[in-house]
Structure formats: C-alpha cells, structure tokens
C-alpha cells in the first residue's frame, strides 16, 4: 500500500520525472521508498547495476591493496631509516631482528585501519560517480534526502540496529561457528584496542562502511531497484548483495537480517540517512564489544556471563534492552508513520 499520493498526482504531463525537474524535486522522498512512484512513461533501467556493482567490488579491492601498499612501505622506510640511524647491521647481536619483529606488529595493527579506509573511500568514489552520471540529481539519486520520519526516529531506529545482529547471533551460533577469517580480525581489533585505540578505531570502522557501503547498496542500488521492480523485490535483491559483500560465508550470513534492515529503514523513512546511523552504530558497537570485553587464557572472548565482572553484565544488559527497545519503538512509530499519510490522501 501507498504512503504517499498516487503517482498521477505527483507526475508532470507526459509523466516523465526525468525530463521535467521539478518533477523531480516533487519525487525527492518517493525516490527511496518508491511510494508513490508508480509507472513512468519510459521503463527504468537496470542493467547497468551489476556493472557499477562489479566495478564497485574492484575498487574496494583495489583500495585496499593500496592502503597495504602505502602502510608497507612506510613500515619498511621508517625500518631502514631507523636502523640506519643507529648503526645497526645484521649480525648485531639481533637487535636488526628485533626492530623487524617490532614493526611487523605495528603493520599488523595498522593494515586494517589503512585497508579500511582506502577501500571504502573507493567504494564510495564510485557510487558517487555513478549517480553523478544520472540524469537525477544526486541527493535524489542516492538518497540523500530529508525523507519524511522525524529526526528524532531516525536516532531510535540506529540504536535498534545492535539488537538486530544480536538476535541474529544467537541463533546463528547453534548452527555455524566463526571462521578463521573473522577470528583473525577479532585479533587485529584486540591487539589495535589493547594499544589504546579501541574508541578511533570503532568510529572509523563504524563511519567508514556506514556511509560508503550505504551509498552504494541502499542509495545507489536499492534506489532504483525499489523504483524498478517494487519494494519487495528491490529491498530483497539490494540486501542480499549487500550480505554477498562481505565474501566471508559466515560474516554474510550474519550481517545479511541487518541488510534487510537497514533497507527497510530506508524504503520505510523515504532517506538513506537512517540506515547510514544505524549502520554505523550497529559497527561501533560491535568493534568496542571485541575490543573492549574481557578475554579469557586462550585470548577469545568470554562468553559465559557467570565469568565475567558484574559491571561488564549490567553494561552488556543495558545496552541489549535499550537496543531492543528501540526496536520496537522503530516499528510502532514506522507503521504509525505510514498510517497517517495514508489517512491524510484524500
């Protein structure tokens, strides 16, 4: 059902958005959400999104190949200047060796940090240029629109993002464990946050991905797949190539019921923004959970409550009830929302 007005009433004559802009500013929240649109007089096109997808996934790789060039070779300068520096060869007594093994640890904690940010700063750069290519403008195009939920619900709806992944785990852990790739970036989080950069680093990664993945699957992908084929379908195909992303099966797995999510809250809200919060939140959390909770002997965290601080429960308590929470009150407001412009199309 229609939250918005008919696409008859929204349509300029000969009802075609993209040759009349103020037809265009006149869709600027139906563009997300696909409310309201209806059929143009020219089909949308769509065959161009696996290619931009593709080139997509080719330029994260590629970023983060040059983010590892980059902290390499700064690594190996800063090595050999300083062993320079102190006259040191390589038969001195191993202190050559010892400095090798030093910087092998910083390179270690700061590869992830660097493969981060160059690769999502690529992945963002291409939806950026993709939708500057449309005859859209591209606020619209991707997204990047007011919508019509209050500000105050966009805040609710990300904090609601953690409960979803939480849920989403404990169910998922009777079936599947980890694998050696997400136990591996664990690590990497833990040693980076036992360094004492535990807060830098779950901004970042919560910043990072939260906008640049959001523009590409739910601004630039899911934008025009909602428009193209509908809310179901679109919503749908937008999340699951956004859980293909992330290659690992068990992290695709596990973040695909927050792609479903994060695409509701942007078809539902009419703007991507919403996604982006929660996104973002749902990543700071869980970087600061890895980081930040108790480990045991073995170094893997410790996920038997009677092991753990009593401080650390009540926290643990608090932040997963106010989560869920919010995702109820999510839900019941959306729906309310959606009630109410209903009610206001005469």
Not at 101 to 112: C, H, L, M, V, Y
Not at 135 to 143: C, E, N, T
Not at 168 to 196: H, P, R, T, Y
Not at 233 to 244: D, E, N, Q, T
């Amino acid at each position: 059902m229609s939250n918005l007005p008919s696409s008859d009433s929204l349509l300029p004559l000969g009802g075609d958005p993209e040759g009349d802009p103020e037809g265009r500013d006149r869709f600027a929240d139906a563009a997300v959400s696909g409310q309201g649109v209806g059929k143009w007089s020219h089909p949308l096109r769509v065959w161009h999104l696996p290619l931009v997808l593709i080139v997509c996934v080719v330029a994260h790789q590629f970023g983060s190949l040059v983010g590892f060039a980059l902290v390499g070779g700064v690594v190996a300068y800063q090595n050999g200047q300083m062993t320079e520096q102190l006259g040191i060869s390589d038969d001195e007594g191993g202190l050559s060796d010892q400095l090798d093994r030093a910087n092998d640890a910083a390179f270690g904690q700061i590869i992830i940090i660097a493969s981060v940010v160059f690769g999502q700063l690529a992945l963002g750069l291409v939806a950026l240029g993709a939708a500057f290519l449309s005859p859209w403008s591209l606020p619209q195009r991707l997204g990047l629109t007011r919508g019509h939920w209050p500000l105050r619900l966009w805040f609710v709806a990300g904090l609601a993002a953690p409960s979803v992944g939480m849920l989403w785990s404990l169910i998922l852990q009777n079936f599947v464990d980890d694998s050696e790739s997400l136990k591996e970036m664990s690590e990497v989080f833990a040693s980076i946050g036992s360094a004492g950069f535990a807060v830098p680093l779950a901004v970042l990664v919560g910043l990072m991905p939260g906008v640049c993945e959001e523009l590409v699957f739910r601004g630039y992908l899911q934008t025009r797949l909602v428009k193209a084929w509908g809310p179901l379908a679109g919503l749908c195909v937008a999340s699951v190539l956004f859980a293909g992303f992330h290659f690992d099966p068990v992290h695709v797995l596990g973040v695909l019921p927050l792609g479903f999510y994060f695409g509701w809250l942007a078809w539902s809200s009419g703007s991507i923004f919403p996604a982006m919060f929660a996104h973002f939140v749902n990543n700071l959390i869980g970087v600061l959970a890895i980081t930040l909770l108790p480990r045991g002997e073995t170094g893997e965290l410790i996920e038997n409550t009677e092991d753990l601080p009593v401080a650390v429960v009540m926290i643990i308590f608090s932040v997963v009830l106010t989560s869920f929470v919010c995702l109820v009150a999510t839900i019941r407001q959306a729906r309310q929302i959606g009630v109410d412009s209903r009610n206001a199309v005469p």
